[in-house]
C-alpha cells in the first residue's frame, strides 16, 4: 500500500514537474475539511463561447472531469452538488467551487477549456491540500513538503 502511495505522488510530482516545464504555474491552495473551495480560471475572449471544464488529475496523469459547462448555459452542477462552475464571460473567467473538501480531496486539479474544432488545453492547475482542520497538521504538512 506504501509503494502505491509512494508511486502515486511521484506521478503527481512528474505531471507537476512537466506542467512546469511547459511554462504552466501550478497554485497551490491548503484548506481545512468542511470548508469550501473558491478558484477562477481566467481565459482570454475567443474561448468565451467554448466548454469548460473542472478535472481532478488521476496517478498516471489520466484526468477525471467533475464539472462542465454547458454550450448552452453558463453554469454547471455535477457530483452530488460538491463541485459548481459559473462561467463569466464578461469576466473571461470560469468561478469553480468545491465544497465540504475531506482529506481525500487533496490532489492536482485544473481548469479546461474545450476550442471549437481543437484539443482540450488546460487553463490552471491547483495542487489542493485538506487538512484535518488544525494548525499542527497544516504547519505539519508544510514542513514535510519543504524538507
Known amino acids: 500500500m506504501r509503494k502505491a502511495k509512494l508511486w502515486g505522488l511521484l506521478g503527481m510530482l512528474f ?8 511554462g504552466q504555474a501550478e497554485e497551490k491552495k491548503i484548506l481545512t475539511e468542511g470548508e469550501t473551495l473558491n478558484y477562477h480560471c481566467v481565459y482570454t475572449r475567443k474561448h468565451s463561447q467554448s466548454q469548460k471544464a473542472w478535472q481532478r488529475v488521476m ?4 484526468a477525471e472531469t467533475l464539472a462542465f459547462t454547458e454550450k448552452t448555459s453558463k453554469n454547471s452542477q455535477e457530483l452530488g452538488g460538491r463541485y459548481f462552475l ?15 473538501v475531506q482529506m481525500s480531496d487533496s490532489g492536482l486539479y485544473r481548469c479546461v477549456i474545450y476550442p471549437i474544432l481543437s484539443n482540450p488545453e488546460v487553463l490552471e492547475s491547483l495542487r489542493l491540500v485538506v487538512t484535518k482542520g488544525s494548525l499542527c497538521s497544516a504547519l505539519s504538512f508544510l514542513w514535510r513538503a519543504h524538507s
Open 86 to 100: 459559473e462561467d463569466n464571460t464578461t469576466q473571461g473567467a470560469v468561478h469553480v467551487r468545491m465544497t465540504n
Open 15 to 22: 505531471v507537476s514537474e512537466l506542467q512546469a516545464a511547459a
Open 59 to 62: 496517478d498516471g496523469g489520466k
